[in-house]
């Protein structure tokens, strides 16, 4: 019997596999030898947004601007009550002496006057107060904005400058905070479980001093 005439029966499956195979290292060393399919490392970064913020000369300084505020409003506050404390009192005193049978037409009539200029201060004081509350949450909120702005610009700054193509949120130091006292305590370990970002940083890739650094610095010069 020549070569020629042996038969080798190989299973169908096998063929299959062997053809896929080929036709697979066929792919990869195609786009091996082109290098255009490969995708370079991935330069990663992360910066601790809380640490960041409590730590710029900016954000002291607009601390302190909504403290001037807030202690000037309480001011003017107090001046407010104080008003509403004197028609109070003074109303007292008509009404003790209603009381004692000593009020004559007039104290009547001035208690009458009174208790309307009460009524309509303790309104007036209450619109004031919470006009005040929404001017302080606006002004901080204002703040907060530019801040969070100033500081994804000089990320994106730092980023160019160091050739870091991805900058994350750390937030690995995070630790659940569960109220078991609420319902759905469940829902709450999966809704903070969930919005976790990175769950393990190197010290590495932690740029979070040198752009409190950064901005300081470049806040201290606009300053000068």
């Not at 202690?71 to 009404?95: H, K, N, P, S, Y």
């Not at 659940?176 to 829902?187: H, K, P, Y």
């Not at 040198?210 to 000068?224: E, F, K, T, V």
Request: net charge negative; glycine share 6%; with cysteine.
């Amino acid at each position: 019997m020549s070569d020629a005439s042996i038969i080798v029966h190989v299973p169908r499956r096998l063929v299959v596999a062997l053809v896929a195979a080929l036709a697979c290292l066929g792919l990869v060393g195609a786009g091996v030898a082109g290098g255009a399919r490969l995708a370079r490392p991935t330069s990663v970064a992360v910066v601790n947004l809380e640490e960041v913020i409590q730590n710029l000369s900016e954000y002291q300084a607009m601390q302190q601007e909504l403290t001037t505020m807030r202690t000037q409003l309480e001011q003017e506050g107090q001046t407010r009550v104080t008003d509403v404390q004197e028609i109070f009192e003074r109303m007292q005193a008509l009404a003790d002496a209603e009381e004692a049978g000593e009020l004559d037409e007039a104290g009547r009539a001035e208690f009458e006057e009174l208790r309307d200029r009460y009524r309509l201060k303790d309104l007036e004081f209450k619109a004031w107060d919470q006009r005040s509350a929404r001017r302080l949450d606006w002004e901080r909120s204002y703040g907060l904005e530019e801040l969070y702005r100033s500081i994804l610009t000089e990320i994106e700054a730092l980023a160019a400058a160091n050739g870091y193509d991805v900058v994350l949120a750390d937030d690995s130091d995070f630790e659940l905070a569960v109220d078991r006292r609420q319902e759905n305590a469940t829902g709450q370990v999966l809704n903070q479980i969930g919005q976790r970002r990175v769950l393990h940083a190197v010290r590495g890739v932690d740029i979070t001093q040198d752009l409190i650094d950064r901005m300081n610095n470049a806040w201290a010069a606009g300053q000068g």
